[in-house]
Nanobody, 127 residues
């Protein structure tokens, strides 16, 4: 059974940092890409970043230079380090698996290629 479990969300002040974790089980990370999506209140879900199975990284423009995705295949973990957070980053963040390569458009992973989803973790950026 495949499971993806996000953690690390919370309340942070503007300019602060958070590291999200995605614990995976039931999939082999060496042949799976892990994407990060977010859904802000009242908005649709947006693909933010993707860690390709071979380590290549993808980001949307609005988070480039602020967010960093990384993985530890031995621990079945993928991380999203988020720095210089702004209120516009407030959202529920989801990790999701995509067999083999990330499917992206302008750095944004696409929902249509996702095989499995986590349940999300809430990130709130507010003073």
């Amino acid at each position: 059974q495949v499971q993806l479990v996000e953690s690390g969300g919370g309340l942070v002040q503007p300019g602060g940092s958070l590291r999200l974790s995605c614990a995976t089980s039931g999939i082999a990370l060496d042949v799976n890409s892990i994407a990060w999506f977010r859904q802000a209140p009242g908005q649709g879900r947006e693909g933010v970043s993707c860690s390709n199975y071979d380590g290549k990284e993808f980001y949307i423009n609005s988070v480039k230079g602020r967010f960093t995705v990384s993985r530890d295949n031995a621990k079945n973990m993928v991380y999203l380090q988020m720095n210089h957070l702004t209120p516009e980053d407030t959202a529920v963040y989801y990790c999701a698996s995509d067999l083999w390569s990330c499917t992206t458009v302008d750095g944004s992973p696409q929902e249509s290629s996702i095989d499995h989803w986590g349940k999300g973790t809430l990130v709130t950026v507010s003073s």
